[in-house]
């Protein structure tokens, strides 16, 4: 089981390291079909992937991490594909409660769960109450998540506020739209991290990567490892974040001339 690791082995905590880690877990299908399987046989060993990840991340101290395991559009894939997904999702709910309890994480679903068969959404509901008073890695799971979605269902809570008079539309500022956001419990994600090849954001977390590090790796979903989160984690501390500000060094040393 990748969760048999001992936290005496954690890294003191470099705050140079991101505190949230966001990935688009692209490239299963791609990893099946090079070897002549179906999907799913994909899909579930980039569960095993997850598993490394999140592991990655206890070890290294990062904070949190959200992964973006089912967007709104992939409802149009085929049914025996969805439905494979879909018993994956329970399966791993079921079955790794265990060890998110045993390693102190928090879990999340954020998404609209209302698409989800009764049973499945139980399952996520008890596995969120369960770890609510964890205060380790918190993981977040984006299942039919999309971040117009998100950035939708924000502005209707905003109007629903208004209309009830707890909220003036000049008292609309920035951190009041992020407040009503399903990630409104949650730090600014530092790092995207993609796989797969693409180089695209895919309708996630839209709203929340304003100011994230973008790393793109060729590698598929299941073959990645603490290696390849490693190698991103350094290009992420390579990199100066002016955050929008800050001055262009290039620009200052022209002007000493």
Same mark, same amino acid.
């Given at each position: 089981?990748?969760? $048999? ?31 002549? #399987? ?7 060993? @980039?569960?095993? %992937? ?18 973006? =395991? *089912? ?18 999702? *329970? ?22 769960? =209302? ?11 008890? %596995?969120?109450?369960? !770890?609510?008073?964890?205060? @380790? ?7 039919? /998540?999309? &971040? ?16 009830? &008079? ?9 951190? !009041? ?17 993609? !796989? &797969? &090849? ?9 709203? $929340?990567?304003?100011? %994230?590090?973008? /790393? ?9 490892? $603490?290696?390849?989160? $490693?190698? %991103? ?10 955050? @929008? ?10 002007? #000493?001339?």
């Amino acid at each position: 089981m990748i969760y $048999q690791f001992s936290l005496k082995d954690t890294n003191q905590y470099k705050k140079e390291y991101p505190h949230h880690v966001a990935i688009i877990m692209d490239g299963n299908r791609r990893w099946a079909y090079k070897k002549r #399987k179906m999907s799913i046989f994909g899909h579930q060993e @980039g569960f095993q %992937a997850v598993k490394k990840a999140v592991k990655f991340s206890i070890v290294n101290n990062i904070k949190i991490l959200t992964l973006y =395991t *089912f967007s709104s559009e992939n409802w149009t894939r085929s049914k025996f594909e969805v439905n494979g997904l879909m018993k994956l999702f *329970f399966f791993a709910l079921e079955t790794e409660i265990f060890n998110l309890k045993k390693y102190n994480i928090k879990l999340n679903i954020i998404g609209d769960k =209302t698409c989800f068969e009764t049973t499945l959404q139980n399952k996520i509901n008890e %596995a969120e109450i369960e !770890t609510m008073h964890h205060n @380790g890695l918190i993981l977040n799971i984006a299942a039919n /998540y999309g &971040g117009r979605w998100d950035i939708i269902q924000s502005v209707k809570k905003i109007i629903s506020k208004v209309q009830r &008079g707890d909220l003036k539309i000049n008292e609309i500022k920035e951190d !009041t739209f992020s407040q009503c956001l399903s990630t409104s419990h949650l730090l600014p994600v530092d790092l995207v991290i993609r !796989t &797969g &090849g693409e180089k695209r954001i895919s309708n996630f977390l839209l709203w $929340q990567i304003a100011y %994230a590090e973008l /790393y793109f790796t060729d590698v598929l979903w299941p073959d990645f490892n $603490q290696h390849i989160f $490693q190698h %991103a984690i350094d290009f992420f501390i390579s990199r100066e974040r002016r955050f @929008g500000g800050g001055t262009d060094i290039h620009q200052e040393n022209f002007f #000493k001339k």
